[in-house]
């Protein structure tokens, strides 16, 4: 494996409600690259290669693939990247970019299929598919505020929203640990007492994210609302009964 390569190092959460991390690096000898990963980058367990079977990949492709790989990992927001410094992308022709392009396209469904979602947004464009697009929106006491939308992975809450400024005496446990996680990790900021989304987060279901935006016990399914007043119990009960619908009237 002495290829000239760009590959991706995967390791667990340090936490259970953590992130999952990455590395992302590139190598002319990437055997040596990654004997040398495992003395100093302590994090990882898991790592994928990606060559060219004509070993046509020079120094500065790789440079450019490195680059740009990084960006959409720091863009979908999924895991937490471990680069220490921000690759530098590297100059090449217009041909060469639309062959480097090409390849990631390659690398992102790879990555995908092997279950590694790196480079998957937390929300992604998907019109015409109802049940993913619509938003929903719930307040509470203490100041909670949060907009937020269902996805196939969980429930995502928007950056912007905000958290109550305090929890209540009953408050579980394991989500005042998450709570906590998630100031300390900077996806909440304080500002004035305020504790503010700085970016949007996902969470295993509608009802832990109504727990941890609302800092008590809640049921996401009445908590969460649509612009029409409608809770999302209400409107997973109507696509429910559409579904059998359409179901009854196939058969």
Not at 36 to 62: G, M, P, R, T, Y
Not at 116 to 143: H, M, Q
């Amino acid at each position: 494996m002495k290829s000239t390569a760009v590959y991706i190092l995967f390791g667990r959460p340090e936490s259970p409600t953590g992130k999952s991390r990455a590395y992302i690096g590139e190598a002319e000898n990437v055997y040596s690259r990654l004997v040398q990963h495992v003395s100093e980058k302590e994090f990882w367990n898991e790592a994928v290669v990606f060559i060219s079977k004509d070993e046509n990949l020079n120094k500065a492709h790789i440079k450019y693939l490195e680059s740009r790989l990084y960006e959409l990992a720091k863009k979908a927001g999924r895991f937490q990247i471990e680069n220490g410094n921000t690759p530098t992308k590297s100059s090449i022709s217009e041909s060469d970019q639309a062959e480097m392009e090409e390849f990631i396209e390659y690398v992102r469904m790879l990555i995908n299929t092997m279950n590694f979602k790196v480079f998957e947004p937390l929300i992604k464009d998907e019109l015409g598919e109802n049940i993913k697009t619509e938003e929903f929106v719930l307040k509470g006491a203490r100041g909670a505020a949060g907009k937020g939308k269902r996805t196939t992975d969980g429930f995502v809450v928007f950056k912007g929203s905000e958290m109550a400024s305090s929890t209540v005496p009953s408050f579980p446990k394991s989500f005042n640990a998450l709570r906590e996680e998630l100031i300390n990790g900077k996806s909440v900021i304080e500002e004035q007492g305020r504790y503010i989304l700085s970016e949007d987060v996902l969470f295993s279901s509608p009802s832990a994210a109504a727990t941890v935006i609302m800092g008590r016990s809640a049921n996401g399914l009445l908590e969460w609302k649509n612009k029409s007043g409608k809770t999302l119990k209400e409107i997973e009960a109507s696509e429910i009964e559409k579904a059998n619908n359409a179901i009854n009237s196939d058969s």
